[in-house]
């Protein structure tokens, strides 16, 4: 079965709200399911499924929402900075981030020392992030691109931005110059790095 199921039929378009105010009453000892059914139009056995899921409650969630959006928010910061990481690293960061807010986390989360697969792909999905490992570039096809199409080549640090301008004919300027190619990358998805 696929991850994102698609409904194809229209039955059972029940409004939430209704499903829920009949739900309480039969649960209250009000009326009887099928009685309830009847007078609403709602199938019993629908209605039966309907209240066993109330009680059984919602999926156990790790982080809290905004938990999760303070995640993302330094995910993409990271992105920003040039300091893409890969989706393990991401995983890793993670499960950091649940040990050190001391988070009860799944126990293969705790064998593997990083987060689900699982999580992190609904993870990115409920965030809208994109973390990807694009192809590996050469060094020569990089310092050509960068030394035939711009006369400025930027390097960014950690700690500041420093911008070293490199004119093509002064050569003897590479002597001190330190290239650093990021291989991974992450982003807000719909956005071009």
């Not at 960068?146 to 930027?154: D, E, G, L, Q, V």
């Not at 490199?166 to 071009?192: C, F, T």
Request: hydrophobic share 35%; proline share 5%.
């Amino acid at each position: 079965m696929p991850r994102n199921y698609t409904r194809k039929t229209t039955w059972g378009q029940t409004p939430l709200a209704e499903m829920e105010s009949v739900a309480a009453e039969v649960m209250q000892g009000k009326k009887s399911l099928r009685k309830a059914g009847r007078d609403r139009n709602i199938d019993k056995t629908t209605l039966q499924r309907f209240i066993k899921k109330t009680e059984k409650g919602e999926a156990k969630r790790i982080f809290t929402d905004e938990m999760e959006e303070e995640l993302a928010k330094h995910l993409k910061q990271l992105a920003d900075q040039f300091h893409g990481l890969a989706p393990v690293k991401c995983r890793e960061l993670a499960f950091e981030y649940a040990e050190k807010n001391n988070i009860p986390v799944p126990a293969n989360w705790t064998e593997k020392q990083c987060a689900g697969q699982e999580w992190f792909g609904s993870f990115l999905a409920r965030r809208h992030l994109s973390v990807r490992t694009p192809e590996a570039t050469s060094l020569g096809r990089t310092q050509d691109h960068f030394f035939k199409n711009n006369h400025i080549f930027t390097v960014l640090c950690p700690e500041d931005i420093l911008i070293i301008y490199i004119a093509r004919k002064h050569p003897e300027l590479m002597d001190n110059v330190y290239i650093l190619l990021i291989y991974h990358l992450s982003s807000p998805r719909g956005e071009q790095m």
